[in-house]
């Protein structure tokens, strides 16, 4: 089984440990470069993208995990794991770092304060219907040629009511290559689907 790590600076890392477990991974905790170094694959929990760039720049993370990325190490990002994830972002404080990776913007905080949280049943990567729980949510507001959209929500989030030119909804999940991101929590709802295809890449990698 491939030995994925879940990056345990901050946010909801048990969650993930169990889904990846049950998903058929091997799952341990990372918060030092030689635990990073031992994985093969790495999950970035949900949480406080601010507060993890931050502690990953203590904890002399930050370069190792921009590294690996940029070596081809598959990851997977979970809202503010997604934000980690982005090139870019909007809506972030000042000097705030990503670990980059995939070519997209990602709108921190996007779904506006009215719809702090949210549940959508959405189709992700075409494998039918499945419940998204959305909390204080980044969404993707553009992506670059490479990047294989997984998921939209309808019209933004409840909020949006008018959704303007986004018809078709808000990107919510995405792949480049072997990276994946996601804006809602799947470890949240017990079913394993994204972990799944999380695993079956690191697996085809
Ligand atoms: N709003 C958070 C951030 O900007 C993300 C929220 C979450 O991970 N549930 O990092």
Not at 52 to 80: D, H, N
Not at 108 to 116: E, K, L
Not at 161 to 178: E, H, K, L
């Amino acid at each position: 089984a491939p030995a994925i790590g879940v990056l345990a600076l901050q946010g909801d890392v048990r969650e993930h440990v169990r889904a990846l477990e049950a998903a058929g991974a091997r799952a341990t905790t990372v918060r030092r470069p030689a635990e990073l170094a031992a994985v093969d694959a790495l999950v970035i929990p949900g949480g406080e993208s601010t507060t993890m760039w931050k502690l990953a720049e203590a904890f002399e993370l930050l370069e190792p995990l921009r590294l690996r990325v940029k070596e081809g190490m598959p990851a997977y990002g979970s809202c503010a794991g997604m934000i980690m994830l982005a090139d870019r972002i909007e809506g972030g404080i000042e000097g705030q770092r990503t670990i980059g990776g995939i070519d997209m913007t990602v709108r921190r905080n996007a779904f506006g304060r009215q719809v702090d949280s949210f549940e959508a049943d959405i189709d992700f990567a075409g494998r039918g219907p499945l419940r998204a729980v959305f909390i204080r949510a980044p969404w993707v507001e553009s992506v670059g040629e490479d990047v294989e959209v997984l998921a939209r929500v309808p019209f933004g989030g409840r909020a949006q009511a008018d959704s303007g030119p986004f018809d078709d909804g808000r990107i919510v999940a995405v792949r480049q290559g072997p990276l994946l991101a996601t804006a809602f929590h799947p470890e949240l709802t017990g079913d394993g689907r994204v972990h799944s295809y999380f695993v079956e890449m690191v697996r085809e990698l």
